[in-house]
């Protein structure tokens, strides 16, 4: 469904994109921000209605996901030309979509027949080149031209994984990749040791810590 293959239009895409670029704050479209008389004065203006809908530390997990889209995925080709940090999504079915933001900014592309037959292309190069235009000339413009890195909120930890079994790398496993996970989250497994950690002399003798330890305990608070 996220990735455009349920009925859903671009206004709709759009809002569902915001928890993602608004770290889990859902911002509902709006087509006039303000009205104002021939002299100047503001008539009438809208306040976008906010609500909280993710926790946070999931929103930045997901927008890290999908910045790796951009850099190894689907839309690498995005990634080659459009070099401020972005994160986006790549979809096709009978049409082509791309939904992709910066920290100021918001561009979801839909590319289809107004019937429903099939295109025949995929969002990466349907959609995607169309997104990565507008978004170069978007930059170009003061008021999006300073496109910040997304930063991760309290609560959430990059891990090193091992690129073989996928679980948390240590000194015996070098060749790793970084993910971020939810504190608390954190697998206990390692590459070296898969069953979890193992149990010392005393706990094997006592029968002590026979239930594997699924997660790493808490190390932070989140806000």
């Known amino acids: ?21 608004n770290g889990g704050v859902r911002v509902a479209p ?18 976008p209605e906010r609500t909280n809908v993710l926790d946070p530390r999931v929103a930045y997990i997901v927008t890290d996901m999908l910045e790796s889209v951009l850099n190894e995925g689907t839309a690498a080709a995005v990634g080659a030309r459009f070099n401020s940090p972005a994160a986006g999504k790549t979809g096709s079915s009978h049409d082509a979509w791309f939904a992709g933001y910066t920290s100021n900014l918001l561009c979801i592309v839909w590319v289809g027949n107004d019937d429903y037959t099939d295109i025949k ?42 690129k073989a079994s996928n679980l948390p790398a240590d000194g015996t496993c070098p060749d790793d990749y970084q993910v971020y996970f ?14 979890g950690p193992s149990r010392n002399i005393f706990q094997k003798i006592f029968g002590i810590g026979a239930h594997r330890e699924l997660v790493m305990k808490t190390v932070t608070q989140p806000n």
């Not at 303000?34 to 809208?46: F, Q, Y």
């Not at 939810?182 to 069953?195: L, V, Y």
């Open 121 to 162: 292309m995929e969002g990466a190069h349907a959609a995607a080149p169309i997104w990565t235009e507008f978004m170069l000339r978007a930059r170009k413009l003061r008021r999006y031209s300073e496109m910040k890195p997304f930063t991760p909120p309290a609560g959430v930890l990059p891990v090193a994984i091992d």
């Open 1 to 21: 469904m996220a990735i455009g293959a349920s009925g859903y239009n671009a206004l709709n895409m759009a809002e569902a994109y915001t928890v993602f670029s």
């Open 182 to 195: 939810s504190d608390g989250t954190i697998p206990a497994a390692t590459c070296d040791h898969p069953e």
């Open 30 to 47: 709006r087509f006039i921000r303000s009205i104002e008389a021939r002299g100047g004065d503001t008539l009438e203006s809208v306040t």
